[in-house]
């Protein structure tokens, strides 16, 4: 089957980008780490956050791009998305609220409620204050549904109208959002209206218009770099070493960085996925397929991986004496991704196949309006050349795991 394997791959490393940042952030807060190391963690989860908000905005129109202006899209795209999202989110939430209340923590119902329906809820003003639900790593999630309504609605239209709802749409938003907060306060929106209108809502329609790009051009056109995996990996580590450096003088106010920088970490992370989406195809190997199956388990790694950090802490300090930090990174590291590709394989698959059979029409589901072009396999071509090269239709209920986005939860 062919995918846009990269882009799964590059899911797969923006999870496990956001994996080694809380466990190095939660070591921090019993070890001794140099400022550096600590920013640098942070800008790793940050990176990743930011890969997946552009990769999302890709795949929601790559899957739709025959289905806008068709009768029923809106509510069978959304469908699908509610499918795929929700009942995993509900799950850890329940899994985090269990053990609040084991603990005897306090449990706000409002803010229980307000999780539960991707509805950013308002925080008081403060130097660390940000908009968290109650599993504070899903709080992107929230960005998620309301760029899935966004989307939901521009595609009443046809393709040519519904595209330009989605741009005018995200940059009216972007522009209002100035009126209340100004592009230059990169500090975390603390307000629901701020926080819906926040610039990075931007990087979902940059994804959009890679979509965009990628079905306009040409077969030949489209591989424009023959190694883009390599170059991805140099271009993260790169990025991430050279944000460190720059601004380790920032301390408590790391997540406020300067506009201008700001920008430029962005513009690396569009970067990347179009290097993943217009880069020669990635073929299926011993190397990439436990990759690609990193990518498919990445929506439960990231809602998961908090738990399992925390676990193997716990376990760390069982051990007397306890073994080295790199040690303990390592074994978390390598047990939120096993669990969170049993939690794939387990729970989040079977429910997601039953929903999807009893939400979306038959039809929806076998591809029919909604499939992607046909994309040219990179393997095996047939002897006859391109006429009879093996050619494979990307359909959005099986060809791409089409998970959003997970990320840090800081």
Not at 14 to 28: E, G, K, N, T
Not at 252 to 268: D, E, H, K, M
Request: glycine share 6%; aromatic share 12%; proline share 6%.
């Amino acid at each position: 089957m062919n995918r846009l394997h990269s882009v799964q791959i590059m899911r797969g490393a923006a999870a496990s980008l956001v994996v080694v940042d809380h466990a190095i952030l939660r070591q921090a807060e019993w070890g001794t780490y140099a400022w550096t190391t600590q920013l640098t963690a942070m800008h790793m989860g940050a990176f990743g956050v930011h890969i997946f908000f552009v990769i999302s905005g890709f795949i929601m129109v790559h899957t739709s791009y025959d289905s806008f202006g068709k009768g029923g899209a809106p509510s069978n795209f959304m469908a699908r998305r509610l499918a795929r999202i929700v009942p995993l989110y509900w799950i850890a939430t329940a899994t985090e609220l269990t053990l609040r209340a084991i603990k005897g923590a306090p449990i706000d119902p409002t803010k229980v409620l307000y999780s539960l329906l991707f509805i950013p809820q308002s925080v008081d003003p403060g130097p660390t204050a940000a908009i968290r639900p109650v599993l504070a790593v899903g709080w992107t999630l929230n960005y998620e549904m309301f760029f899935y309504v966004i989307f939901a609605v521009a595609l009443l239209w046809e393709r040519r109208i519904g595209i330009g709802v989605l741009v005018s749409t995200m940059l009216a938003l972007v522009l209002g959002g100035t009126l209340l907060k100004p592009l230059t306060d990169t500090s975390d929106p603390i307000t629901t209206l701020t926080f819906w209108t926040n610039p990075t809502i931007l990087l979902f329609l940059a994804g959009a218009l890679i979509a965009v790009a990628w079905k306009a051009r040409s077969t030949a056109a489209r591989f424009i770099t023959a190694y883009p995996l390599p170059i991805c990996a140099a271009l993260i580590a790169w990025t991430v070493w050279i944000f460190a450096q720059e601004l380790a003088d920032l301390s408590a106010t790391a997540y406020q960085v300067p506009l201008a920088w700001r920008l430029i970490f962005w513009t690396v992370c569009v970067a990347l996925v179009a290097l993943c989406v217009f880069g020669r195809p990635v073929k299926v190997n011993w190397f990439t397929a436990p990759l690609i199956k990193l990518g498919d388990a990445s929506y439960s790694i990231y809602l998961f991986h908090s738990f399992v950090v925390i676990a193997t802490e716990k376990v760390w300090w069982a051990l007397d004496p306890p073994l080295p930090a790199s040690v303990f990174l390592i074994a978390a590291f390598f047990t939120s991704v096993a669990s969170g590709i049993v939690i794939h394989h387990l729970i989040e698959t079977p429910i997601e196949r039953w929903l999807r059979v009893r939400l979306i029409p038959a039809r929806s589901r076998t591809g029919s309006g909604a499939s992607a072009s046909p994309l040219p396999f990179s393997g095996n071509p047939h002897p006859s050349g391109d006429a009879g090269r093996a050619r494979t239709v990307l359909r959005p209920d099986r060809d791409f795991d089409e998970a959003a986005v997970w990320t840090d939860g800081r």
